[in-house]
């Protein structure tokens, strides 16, 4: 079975642009998270759907935002991009009070 | 707030037994995760806990107490591609996300 796809799979941004990351889960999924991790720390969550409505929001910053789609799929608008978003951005789905599959993430470089 | 600790690191040999604690004080209690990951990799799922008790799956273990706020991960039969980093996560009680221990970076020697 298909797991998590993420794209694109490595984005490299200058100061203040925008990028978008794009994340399908897996089908029959009903809940859909966002998480941020830096060099060398654990994946900080930011966000999440559940049935296409958010659902908890954890540390995003204001200049991001997220949205789930009809079809499920679900993109993290990023503005105002700053050296310290380079990071990896994993896409996880899972049902709920389950376990969370990752995606293989987006390596995002803001240069 | 949520507060989940585990050793940064760990160094074990090839065909030993590693033990990784991870300790929690959460709001709630839904279920504890063990999470594998390689660098620059996403994290695979590992084992799930949400009753007290031991649960085997092949070389892993996991067990957990909840009246303790505490879990390990057991790792047997060591083979050098498990060297990764070892995440603990809770699933708390008042949230449907899971929160990260920081990891346990683990080293398996020849």
């Known amino acids: 079975a298909a797991g998590v796809i993420q794209s694109p799979r490595h984005l490299i941004k200058e100061k203040r642009e925008t990028a978008t990351l794009k994340c399908y889960p897996i089908s029959r999924h009903d809940t859909v998270y966002w998480y941020q991790q830096g060099p060398g720390q654990d994946p900080q969550f930011l966000i999440s759907f559940y049935e296409k409505m958010q659902s908890d929001k954890g540390s995003i910053p204001d200049r991001f935002s997220a949205q789930q789609f009809s079809d499920y799929h679900s993109e993290l608008n990023m503005s105002s991009l700053e050296l310290g978003d380079s990071a990896l951005y994993f896409c996880?789905?899972?049902?709920?009070?389950?376990?969370?599959?990752f995606g293989q993430g987006t390596r995002l470089t803001v240069v | 707030g949520q507060n989940i600790d585990q050793p940064t690191e760990m160094t074990a040999t090839e065909g030993a037994i590693v033990q990784i604690n991870c300790t929690y004080q959460t709001s709630g209690f839904n279920g504890l995760f063990w999470y594998q990951q390689h660098a620059g990799e996403a994290p695979t799922f590992l084992s799930y806990?949400?009753?007290?008790g031991l649960e085997e799956k092949g070389r892993f273990s996991s067990f957990l107490s909840r009246s303790k706020g505490y879990s390990y991960l057991l790792l047997k039969e060591l083979q050098m591609k498990d060297s990764a980093s070892y995440l603990c996560a809770v699933l708390p009680g008042s949230a449907r996300q899971l929160t990260f221990g920081s990891g346990t970076q683990l080293t398996v020697l020849p």
């Open positions: 996880a789905s899972g049902e709920r009070n389950t376990e969370a599959f």
């Open positions: 806990n949400v009753l007290d």
